[in-house]
C-alpha cells in the first residue's frame, strides 16, 4: 500500500488549496480514508475521513472550510481548503488502515501566511 500526498504550498490567509492523495496497493471506494495534519510542537490531529460509503466526517475547526472528497477513477482522495487560516498551518497527511495495519502518506506541507 502507497499513499502519495501532494498539492501543499505557502499560501495567504482566506486562500485555498487543494491536497491530493493518491493511492495505490488499497482501493479508495472501499476504504475509510483520512486527512491528519501535524502542526509544530503539536500532536497529529485528524481533520477529515470518507467513509466507503461516502460518509464524511470534520474536526469542529475545519467545518465549513475544509471538503474531503474522492475520485474512484483516479483511486484518489481530495482535501480541498478554503478560507485558510494562519493556524491551518501543518503538515498534512492522507492515511488508511488496511488488514489492522496503518498506512501514512508521506506529508505535504501546507503554511498559511501573509
Known amino acids: 500500500v502507497q499513499l502519495q500526498a501532494s498539492g501543499g504550498g505557502l499560501v495567504q490567509p482566506g486562500g485555498s488549496l487543494r491536497l491530493s492523495c493518491a493511492a495505490s496497493?488499497?482501493?479508495?471506494?472501499?476504504?475509510?480514508m483520512a486527512w491528519y495534519r501535524q502542526a509544530p510542537g503539536k500532536q497529529r490531529e485528524l481533520v477529515a475521513a470518507?467513509?466507503?460509503?461516502?460518509?464524511?466526517t470534520y474536526a469542529d475547526s475545519v467545518k465549513g472550510r475544509f471538503t474531503v472528497s474522492r475520485d474512484n477513477a483516479k483511486n484518489t482522495v481530495y482535501l480541498q481548503m478554503n478560507s485558510l487560516k494562519p493556524e491551518d498551518t501543518a503538515v498534512y497527511y492522507c492515511?488508511?488502515?488496511?488488514?489492522?495495519?496503518?498506512?501514512w502518506g508521506q506529508g505535504t506541507l501546507v503554511t498559511v501566511s501573509s
Open positions: 492515511k488508511t488502515d488496511w488488514r489492522m495495519r496503518p498506512y
Open positions: 496497493g488499497i482501493i479508495v471506494r472501499i476504504n475509510t
Open positions: 470518507i467513509s466507503s460509503g461516502g460518509i464524511t
